[in-house]
């Protein structure tokens, strides 16, 4: 069965900082892992998605990776602003229908 | 704009109402879904459907209903609400894919059942 961990849990920085968010994932066997964005009390906004065949996506400040061999995924958000403070989502697609979804990283960004 | 609204935003209700909430997406996606989500947990899969008049449970189990009459609607419906279905519900859509298949969420509906 599939499990996906995300750590960690909340994470306070100073703005402008580079920051790493980690996802993990137990079964290998995945067609793709998307990148979420989710504020309080709202719904997930798609930040990134890596194909099964990709190692990495950009988009601006933000740059997901993907070892699918070693079951991990990293979020990295370069120069952080307080406007990047939200619950950050991993999820992972191993069939038709099937996205198991990370419990989130929670992230505050000071100014 | 393509897009996929949810209504209510919030909702609080009695016990044993009969509530639908509403999920439309513009986007002529085939793939729908509803998730549960309480606060600080992942979401949990209770409905989705491939397209018109096909839907499924998810893993969670759930006393909701769910119709897909069109495929930009598909409802999500409580005939008798209680408190402990108190929780966030997210409705989300997708293109047939696979790998490069991308889940959009709406904005999701509060509900608090007294």
């Known amino acids: 069965k599939q499990e996906v961990t995300q750590i960690p849990a909340a994470l306070s920085v100073p703005e402008g900082e580079n920051l790493v968010l980690n996802c993990s994932f137990t079964?290998?066997?995945?067609?793709?892992l998307q990148w979420f964005r989710q504020d309080p009390g709202k719904g997930l906004t798609s930040l990134l998605l890596?194909?099964?065949?990709?190692r990495e996506q950009t988009s601006g400040r933000l740059n997901a990776s993907l070892d699918k061999s070693s079951g991990r995924s990293t979020l990295y958000i370069a120069a952080s602003q307080p406007g990047d403070s939200a619950t950050y989502l991993c999820?992972?697609?191993?069939?038709?229908?099937?996205?198991?979804f990370g419990t989130g990283t929670r992230l505050k960004v000071l100014a | 704009e393509a897009d996929i609204y949810q209504t209510p935003r919030y909702l609080v209700i009695g016990t044993g109402k009969k509530i639908t909430l509403e999920c439309s997406q513009t986007?002529?996606?085939?793939?729908m879904y509803w998730y549960q989500q309480d606060p600080g947990m992942e979401l949990h899969l209770i409905h989705y459907?491939?397209?018109?008049?096909?839907?499924e449970k998810g893993d969670l189990s759930s006393e909701s209903t769910v119709s897909r009459i069109r495929t930009e609607h598909f409802p999500l419906t409580l005939e008798s609400a209680r408190p402990s279905h108190t929780s966030q519900y997210l409705c989300?859509?997708?293109?047939?894919?696979?790998?490069?298949?991308?889940?959009?969420f709406g904005s999701g509906t509060q509900l608090s059942v007294l």
């Open positions: 890596i194909q099964s065949s990709q």
């Open positions: 999820a992972v697609k191993g069939g038709t229908y099937k996205y198991i």
């Open positions: 989300a859509s997708s293109e047939d894919g696979k790998n490069n298949e991308k889940l959009f």
């Open positions: 986007m002529g996606h085939d793939k």
């Open positions: 079964d290998s066997a995945i067609y793709n």
């Open positions: 459907s491939y397209g018109v008049n096909s839907t």
